[in-house]
Structures are given as structure tokens and as C-alpha cells.
């Protein structure tokens, strides 16, 4: 609901708020560094990450009329004329981005629900093939999340082997970590249940516990805070500042403003698939509430 | 009505490239363009390396499967069962397609069982990448480990059913002779032109959603163009009068019906196979395996998109 009215107020403040930022930043064109921070180009701090004029379109089928799906004389007769599908769309994602990512930074990526932030960290993480400009790293990004690798009707025990080998670990890796990722999800006998039998804040909390057991150089962390009783968010947000401390750059996105004050330097505001605003999260956030 | 902040995009984005090119800052970082397909020989590298993944990743979906059935497990055995008796009852009893085949049941059992494993990773295949696209969008790893994982998935259930179907043979009176060993042979051959022809399926299938309403009708059409029910030789040669190339044609170029033959020849002591069927099966093989990576390989880096 407070997401809702905020948004809302987003969208009327939009207009206004544009002329007087875009003034702002058309004399800095760099973003604002981070404090404490050499200014950007400065050989002194490392790039991690390079986006340069990123462009990402999806193409999304479905929509589909009832009589076109489903029939596979349809089918073949459009492959033979080489007919593209109606109802495929394409759909513009992410519309020219670019920043530079240093070592050691932590990125808040924030924005209205469609404006391309999960788009983005997947085209960071190399999942997702440019449209149009490239992403530039260092190492492999990873994204935080192994839930689509889970399957439902198995074992906690099962989907823990079965999400670390999908992460990339290695069996002694998985042994390793088998017995830290059952403590830290704290679901105890339920590992041997399936995990169709857990309550959602179990599923989520065996899903973060997985997918933050393996350590990495560049962390994509899309949404997985809000997950949990108050407990567990409190153990999860130290885990994050922990992984944080050891992986070289960090970027987050998620709707809580104030999870991303609290652990990010530097914040990038995406709207409509383009940058908004980038840099010091007092001054993003601040113009962002403002809308 | 965006006017202002493309405005600020291109102010940004000219601003920078006034200094130094984005492209060159990264290079002379060393920095890695985030998706690029590797090498092919790297590309082989990864995929055994990720294969406790594929393995896991095969056995669970296997285990998932049929979790909700109280049966459970038992349907790997009974589906292929079932199939088996509808056809002897269709074309063995009712069509008369015995014709003068001996030991029909397990000409057709073996015809069935063999076809159903091609024809199950073929479908399985084409769906492989299109219907993961959540998990390609989320995590790294070869792409060619879901097909390759897929046809697993079908060979652990042909394990089974090959048992049963052992069973059966010796029951129909088959002696058990030293060319049983072979067995193995003939499976590794198929899984190799399987595990190809998953990839190609894999990548078709990805960029062609309709061909999922397409399969049933190919595979059809293949499963009565292999023999499974049927001798070729028989039909084509003994009944359409046609000549013998033809009937050698359909034996060799169609590797369904050059696995199933292959297995005939091992299993059954009176069937009399192709002569040279053993060549066309090890061909399809290392074709199929080599042109299936080559080319699932070539578009690894757009599988993401959909």
C-alpha cells in the first residue's frame, strides 16, 4: 500500500522533477562518486563492471487468440511461409545504460516495477544477450537466486545438492556446505520433507540459505532481502554485508528504500529503461521519494 | 514524452565518451565482454565439469516426475508396458502386421522400446531450452547441460525398461547368447545420436516455439517409417514389389530403424537384420554427437532471450 501511494506520487511529481535534474546533471555529466571514493576515470580505483549503451529487448510470446494456438496444421503452414508469430512482441527493457562499476562499490538499482532493474542485473550477469551495446566485466557475475534450478516435489535434502550443484560447486564443495546451509535455514527436520510441504517463509529461507552459501566476485542481489520472520531478515541482512565484504562489487535491487541506504554507496535510478539518476544514495533517494 | 531523460542519458553517455570510450576503459582493464559464447574446446571443458549438475539435475527430475502418482517409480516400467500391449493388440492381432516374423512379441517389444527412447529425447529436447528459460535467466552453466541432462533423464529410464523387456524376451523363449553383451554397445551408440539430436532439437526449439505442435506429427510419422510394428523388408520388398535399394534405403538412412534393427539382430536368433546395418548406426553416432554440439554450441550465447 505505502509502495502503492508512493509510486503514485511518482508518477504526478515525474514531470517537474526532470528539467531542474537534467540541468543538474548536463554540467556533471559524470555521476556523482561515492564518498570517500576517487572521482571515476581516475586509474587508481578498479572497474569491475563497464555497461556501454546497453540496449536489452525481450521478445515475449503469448497474448495468444485461442484459435491461433494449439493447431498444429496453423503451426506448420506459418514456419513453411516463414511467418513471424502475431503475437510475438518485443518488448524494449532496457534503453541505452551506461556506468561504470569500481571495486568494492555497492550499487542500489532503484525504480518503478517495470523499469528494467531485474533486466539489467541479468544482462550484468551475462544471461541475458545485448540488444545493442555490451557489458564489460571482471570475472563472472553472479546473480543471487537459485530457485528456478529447485523442484518443488523434492527434498529439502535433495534441492540442497541439487541448487549448489547448479550454483557450480563441487561434490567436496556441497558436502562442505551442506550441513551450514541447513543451520543458517534453521528448517531442521523439515530437510527431509519435500519442499511442497513448507510454509513460504521456510521456501524462502532454505532458497536464500542456498543460494548465499557460494562466495563470488561480483554479486547480483535481486529482491531477496524481504524474506522471513524478523529473525531471519536480520540474519540474512548480516549475511548480505558479510558476502558483501568479500565479493568486489555488489549490486542490489529491492523496493525497501531503506535496505539499500543502509548497505549501498552509490545508487542508480532506472526509469523507463534509461538512467534517471546515479550516485550518492542520500541525494538519489531523496529526488526518487520526491518522484 | 521521454524527451527529458534520453536527455539525460545522452548527456551522460556523450559526456563520458568525450573522455575515453567506454569499450577501451574496460579493455585496458582486462575486462570481459559478460556474455560471449567460449571456445568450443573450453565449451566441452565446462560441460564435464559441470556434470555432477547434469547428473543431479537428471536424476531429479526423474525422482519429481512421477511423485504425485501413487504408483510412482512403477510408471517407468508400466507406460512402456501398456504402449507395448496396445500395438500387439492393434497391429499384431487386429492389422495382421505380423506377417511371418517370428517371436513377434519381442520383435515388437524391442522395436518399441528402442523407438520410444529416440522419440522421447527428441521431444524432450525441443522443450529443453524454451521451457527453462527461468533458469537460463538466472544462473550460469553451459547450455547444452539441459538437453544433455534431458536425455539422461530418458536413459535412466530406459535402464529400466530394458530389464523388463530382457524378461520378456527370455520368456518368449529367446536363448541367452554371448551377443547379449552387446547390449551395452548398441545403447551407447543410440544415446550418443540421441544426445545429438537433443541439441539440435534444443536449439530449434528455441527459436521456433511452434515446433512443439509440430513433433507429434514428426515422430509419428517416424515411428511408422521405422519398422517398430512392421518388417520394411517385408513390406516394401515382399508386398509393394518394390526394389531392394529402396527397402535398404529406409534401413540405413533412418537411424531409428538402424538401432532397432541392430537390437533385433542381438536379441532375436532368428531375425535376420541388413547386412551392413552395424556401419549406418556407428555413422548417425559420431555424426549426430559432433554436428548436435557444433551447432547447439554456435548459438550459446542467445539462448537467454527466448
Not at chain 2, 40 to 63: C, D, G, K, M
Not at chain 2, 227 to 244: D, H, N, R, W, Y
Amino acid at each position: 500500500m505505502a509502495e502503492l501511494t508512493e509510486e503514485l506520487s511518482l508518477v504526478k511529481g515525474e514531470q517537474p522533477a526532470v528539467p531542474g535534474k537534467d540541468g543538474k546533471d548536463g554540467a556533471h555529466p559524470q555521476p556523482v562518486a561515492p564518498a570517500g571514493k576517487p572521482p571515476f576515470d581516475v586509474p587508481t580505483g578498479t572497474p569491475t563492471v563497464v555497461v556501454d549503451d546497453l540496449h536489452i529487448v525481450y521478445r515475449v510470446y503469448g497474448a495468444a487468440s485461442d484459435a491461433e494456438k494449439g493447431n498444429a496444421v496453423n503451426a506448420l503452414t506459418r514456419i513453411l511461409r516463414r511467418q513471424g508469430r502475431p503475437q510475438m512482441k518485443e518488448v524494449h527493457a532496457v534503453r541505452g545504460v551506461s556506468f561504470v562499476a569500481y571495486h568494492g562499490d555497492a550499487i542500489g538499482i532503484v525504480g518503478r516495477n517495470g523499469s528494467g532493474k531485474s533486466t539489467l542485473l541479468r544482462a550484468i550477469a551475462g544471461l541475458l544477450p545485448p540488444h545493442a551495446g555490451a557489458v564489460y566485466t571482471d570475472g563472472q557475475p553472479s546473480l543471487l537466486g537459485v530457485n528456478a534450478a529447485l523442484m518443488r516435489e523434492l527434498t529439502g535434502e535433495r534441492n540442497i545438492v541439487l541448487g549448489c550443484y547448479a550454483m557450480g560447486m563441487t561434490p567436496a564443495e556441497v558436502r562442505e556446505k551442506y550441513q551450514e546451509i541447513v543451520d543458517f535455514s534453521g528448517i531442521d527436520e523439515f530437510v527431509q520433507l519435500p519442499m511442497s510441504t513448507y510454509s513460504s517463509g521456510m521456501g524462502a529461507r532454505l532458497r536464500f540459505a542456498i543460494s548465499s552459501a557460494k562466495t563470488h566476485d561480483v554479486l547480483l542481489i535481486d529482491e531477496a532481502l524481504a524474506t522471513g520472520d524478523r529473525e531471519f531478515r536480520k540474519k540474512s541482512e548480516q549475511r548480505i554485508r558479510q558476502i558483501r565484504e568479500e565479493a568486489g562489487t555488489v549490486f542490489l535491487v529491492a523496493h525497501d528504500l531503506r535496505v539499500i541506504e543502509e548497505t549501498c554507496n552509490r545508487v542508480i535510478w532506472l526509469h523507463k529503461g534509461k538512467i534517471k539518476m546515479d550516485g550518492d544514495p542520500k541525494e538519489v533517494l531523496a529526488a526518487y521519494n520526491k518522484g | 514524452m521521454s524527451q527529458p531523460e534520453s536527455a539525460v542519458a545522452d548527456a551522460q553517455a556523450g559526456g563520458r565518451s568525450g573522455q575515453e570510450p567506454l569499450a577501451k576503459l574496460a579493455a585496458r582493464y582486462g575486462l570481459r565482454r559478460a556474455i560471449a559464447r567460449p571456445r568450443f574446446p573450453a565449451y566441452v571443458r565446462q560441460l564435464w565439469e559441470r556434470r555432477h549438475f547434469i547428473l543431479t539435475y537428471a536424476t531429479s527430475r526423474n525422482v519429481s516426475k512421477y511423485s504425485n502418482s501413487a504408483l510412482g517409480q512403477l510408471w517407468q516400467v508400466l507406460t512402456p508396458l501398456l504402449n507395448a500391449a496396445i500395438y500387439y493388440v492393434m497391429f499384431g492381432l487386429i492389422l495382421g502386421g505380423r506377417g511371418n516374423i517370428d517371436n513377434y512379441p519381442a520383435f515388437l517389444l524391442i522395436g518399441m522400446f528402442v523407438f520410444t527412447y529416440t522419440q522421447r529425447t527428441v521431444t524432450a529436447g525441443a522443450k529443453s531450452i524454451s521451457g527453462n528459460l527461468s533458469l537460463i535467466r538466472a544462473l550460469h552453466f553451459p547450455r547444452a547441460s539441459l538437453p544433455l541432462a534431458y536425455t539422461i533423464q530418458e536413459l535412466q529410464q530406459l535402464a529400466i525398461s530394458m530389464g523388463v523387456l530382457l524378461v520378456i524376451v527370455i520368456f518368449t523363449g529367446e536363448p541367452i547368447t554371448l551377443f547379449w553383451l552387446m547390449m551395452p554397445l548398441v545403447l551407447l551408440l543410440q544415446t550418443m545420436f540421441n544426445i545429438g539430436a537433443g541439441l539440435v532439437m534444443a536449439r530449434l526449439g528455441s527459436s521456433m516455439r511452434d515446433l512443439n505442435q509440430l513433433l507429434p506429427f514428426i515422430t509419428r510419422t517416424w515411428l511408422y517409417a521405422s519398422g517398430v510394428f512392421f518388417s520394411i523388408q517385408e513390406k516394401v520388398v515382399g508386398t509393394a514389389k518394390l526394389p531392394q535399394w529402396v527397402a535398404d534405403t529406409m534401413y540405413y538412412a533412418n537411424p531409428a530403424a538402424s538401432y532397432i534393427e541392430f537390437m533385433r539382430d542381438i536379441l532375436i536368433s532368428a531375425h535376420n537384420p541388413p547386412g551392413s546395418v552395424w556401419i549406418s548406426c556407428v555413422f548417425w553416432a559420431v555424426f549426430a554427437l559432433g554436428f548436435g554440439f557444433w551447432y547447439f554450441w554456435r548459438a550459446e550465447e542467445r539462448y537467454g532471450r527466448g
